[in-house]
């Protein structure tokens, strides 16, 4: 949701009043609870033009609405096992409806990182990578700032391996975080964990302890640190760098190298790459994209990756650095 969308659920919330607003706050995230409350305590006058459009926005869309099922869950349970039976049923159930025995866990995210991690420390790391997958990225970069750094190294390369979470381990959850989890011995392998979800958290540690992880990780296991680094910020991603570093990743890409690897951009790395560029170069380049006919998706990525290298070369260096999440963290 934009900072527009944000500020019309709040003045919704502000016009309901305190028993309706605690209802809903009831039913949203850690995040949301967080980010509607901040703009309500910042909403102190509202325009009441702008509080009538709001309500009638709520107004049509709620008539837009009509629930079918009471109940979409059992619904679904009802449905499936009535046409396949109690066996088949239930192996789709648990995939269908994903998580839903696991919403203990939710109670984690309401919590101090630094208290979650309290709580974690002395468990196995396979048992702590677990349930660092069911958590949003910054906040288990937030609690795992708070680990020693061999437990958050092992920690890290257990995420990046993970495959999914089998029934075993979801019991030991329930026994690590005292019952807040239950229903696990009929859960079925979740999609969980991964490269991806290890290179997210990396982004979000900050550059010293990057550095730590992904050396730790390359001593043992090469290819998932290359992995792990080609995951962590994409071509497009380039976008965050401001215009003085895109001019200076310019100046070392070959004209050919930068037609290629922008054939697979976004707009808005493309627009980028042009406002950085005398108006006759970049008109060229135009030039070279649209009269350049297909190419393979391998070659652009290839490109892409190379001009990656020369990027990270020059954030090691220190001359350029990449925004990741907080004032003081870069890639």
Same mark, same amino acid.
Do not use: C
């Given at each position: 949701?934009?900072?527009?969308?944000?500020?019309?659920?709040?003045?919704?919330?502000? $016009?309901?009043?305190?028993?309706?607003?605690?209802?809903?706050?009831? /039913?949203?995230?850690?995040?949301?609870?967080?980010?509607?409350?901040?703009?309500?305590?910042?909403? %102190?006058?509202?325009?009441?033009?702008?509080?009538?459009?709001?309500?009638?926005?709520?107004? @049509?869309?709620?008539?837009?609405?009509? +629930?079918?099922?009471?109940?979409?869950?059992?619904?679904? %349970? $009802?449905?499936?096992?009535?046409?396949?039976?109690?066996?088949?049923?239930?192996?789709?159930?648990d995939r269908i409806l994903q998580g839903n025995d696991v919403s203990g866990i939710e109670g984690l995210k309401w919590m101090d990182p630094g208290s979650v991690a309290e709580l974690l420390r002395n468990e196995h790391p396979q048992i702590v990578a677990a349930i660092m997958v069911h958590l949003d990225a910054d906040l288990a970069s937030e609690i795992m700032k708070f680990f020693t750094e061999r437990q958050r190294n092992e920690v890290m390369v257990r995420i990046a391996t993970l495959d999914g979470i089998q029934p075993a381990a979801l019991k030991d959850l329930n026994d690590v975080l005292s019952n807040v989890l239950a229903g696990s011995e009929r859960m079925r392998?979740?999609?969980?964990?991964?490269?991806? @979800?290890?290179?997210?958290?990396?982004?979000?540690?900050?550059?010293?302890?990057? @550095?730590?992880?992904?050396?730790?990780?390359?001593? $043992?296991?090469?290819?998932?640190? /290359?992995?792990?680094?080609?995951?962590?910020?994409?071509?497009?991603?380039?976008? !965050?760098?401001?215009?003085?570093?895109?001019?200076?990743?310019?100046?070392?890409? /070959? $004209?050919?190298?930068?037609?290629? +690897?922008? !054939?697979?951009?976004?707009?808005?790395?493309?627009? %980028?790459?042009?406002?950085?560029?005398?108006?006759?170069? +970049?008109?060229?380049?135009?030039?070279?994209?649209?009269?350049?006919?297909?190419?393979?998706?391998?070659?652009?990525?290839?490109?892409?990756?190379?001009?990656? !290298?020369?990027?990270?070369?020059?954030?090691?260096?220190? /001359?350029?650095?990449?925004?990741?999440?907080?004032?003081?963290?870069?890639?």
């Amino acid at each position: 949701m934009d900072e527009n969308g944000v500020e019309e659920a709040a003045i919704l919330l502000m $016009s309901i009043g305190e028993e309706e607003a605690a209802e809903v706050f009831k /039913q949203l995230s850690p995040k949301e609870v967080q980010k509607l409350g901040e703009t309500i305590a910042r909403l %102190k006058i509202v325009p009441r033009e702008r509080l009538a459009k709001v309500l009638e926005r709520f107004a @049509t869309n709620a008539l837009d609405q009509h +629930a079918l099922v009471s109940d979409t869950d059992e619904y679904v %349970k $009802s449905v499936l096992r009535k046409a396949l039976g109690e066996d088949k049923a239930n192996l789709l159930i648990d995939r269908i409806l994903q998580g839903n025995d696991v919403s203990g866990i939710e109670g984690l995210k309401w919590m101090d990182p630094g208290s979650v991690a309290e709580l974690l420390r002395n468990e196995h790391p396979q048992i702590v990578a677990a349930i660092m997958v069911h958590l949003d990225a910054d906040l288990a970069s937030e609690i795992m700032k708070f680990f020693t750094e061999r437990q958050r190294n092992e920690v890290m390369v257990r995420i990046a391996t993970l495959d999914g979470i089998q029934p075993a381990a979801l019991k030991d959850l329930n026994d690590v975080l005292s019952n807040v989890l239950a229903g696990s011995e009929r859960m079925r392998k979740a999609s969980l964990g991964g490269v991806k @979800t290890a290179a997210e958290i990396i982004n979000l540690l900050g550059s010293a302890l990057e @550095t730590s992880v992904l050396d730790y990780v390359r001593e $043992s296991d090469p290819d998932l640190a /290359q992995k792990l680094m080609d995951n962590m910020f994409g071509f497009d991603d380039l976008v !965050k760098v401001d215009d003085k570093g895109i001019q200076m990743i310019l100046k070392e890409v /070959q $004209s050919e190298s930068l037609v290629l +690897a922008l !054939k697979g951009a976004a707009p808005e790395m493309r627009d %980028k790459v042009f406002r950085n560029m005398s108006s006759r170069a +970049a008109e060229t380049l135009k030039e070279d994209l649209d009269g350049r006919g297909p190419v393979r998706v391998s070659d652009v990525e290839a490109e892409q990756k190379e001009i990656l !290298k020369i990027v990270r070369r020059l954030v090691e260096e220190g /001359q350029i650095v990449i925004a990741s999440g907080g004032a003081d963290e870069f890639l």
